[in-house]
């Protein structure tokens, strides 16, 4: 099955800078690469996603960027808020069979003020 | 609102006990995933269903068991139940199935269990 490894575990930035998360995955048929953000206490919502056709994605302070050969995708956020401030995952997607999706242990994102 | 429904919000109960846990996903979608979130850990995937069948597995327990019932609703059954079963449990969806792949799942707010 599909494994997703995900770095770093947490990540401190000062207020304005750039946050960078970058994740692996195992399953070259995987093909679908959302980006979860959970807040404490609350349910994990899709910022932004990408699929296996295409290498780049942006949505305004947000980016994510895929690299199937090297099977290796990363979450960019420019521009950080304290409101970026909460656990990212990654997940990847099998292209067949279950369509299970499976995620990365979470990156805790701390901007400071 | 993600269009997914948990229920209860909130759970207590004392070790040995059994529980069932509901998911009403959003409408249309066939598939239901179960996840396991512990206190400062990620998202441990249990199960999933697809238009009322076991589609996979995940690191569920034995004493954990499952279904999707005809009108696509899940519950999560989980028995014997121990103080380190206390979690974050949440459901989420999606259309994703046969012919279609590269949807996006919507989780629902979770049920938080605790096993006293």
């Known amino acids: 099955g599909e494994n997703v490894e995900q770095h770093p575990s947490t990540l401190s930035v000062q207020e304005g800078d750039s946050a960078v998360i970058k994740c692996t995955y195992s399953?070259?048929?995987?093909?679908?690469f959302p980006w979860y953000k959970q807040e404490l206490g609350k349910r994990p919502q899709l910022i932004i996603d990408i699929r296996s056709n295409v290498g780049e994605k942006k949505d305004q302070r947000i980016a994510v960027t895929l690299n199937k050969t090297a099977k290796h995708f990363s979450l960019h956020i420019t521009e950080t808020q304290p409101e970026d401030s909460a656990v990212y995952f990654c997940a990847a997607r099998e292209g067949a069979g279950s369509y299970q999706l499976t995620f990365g242990k979470g990156t805790k994102l701390s901007v400071i003020p | 609102d993600s269009g997914v429904t948990q229920t209860p919000k909130h759970l207590i109960t004392a070790t040995g006990q059994r529980v069932t846990l509901r998911c009403s996903p959003r409408s249309g979608d066939l598939s239901v995933y179960w996840y396991q979130q512990s206190l400062d850990q990620g998202l441990q995937f249990l199960i999933q269903?697809?238009?009322?069948?076991?589609?996979a597995k995940g690191n569920i327990l034995e004493r954990f068991s499952a279904q999707q019932f005809p009108d696509l609703h899940s519950e999560l059954n989980l028995s014997s139940l121990e103080l380190g079963d206390s979690a974050l449990y949440f459901c989420?969806?999606?259309?994703?199935?046969?012919?279609?792949?590269?949807?996006?799942?919507?989780f629902g707010q979770g049920t938080r269990l605790t096993v006293v």
């Open positions: 989420a969806s999606s259309v994703s199935g046969t012919g279609k792949v590269n949807t996006e799942a919507f």
């Open positions: 269903y697809y238009n009322g069948e076991e589609r």
């Open positions: 399953d070259s048929a995987s093909n679908y």
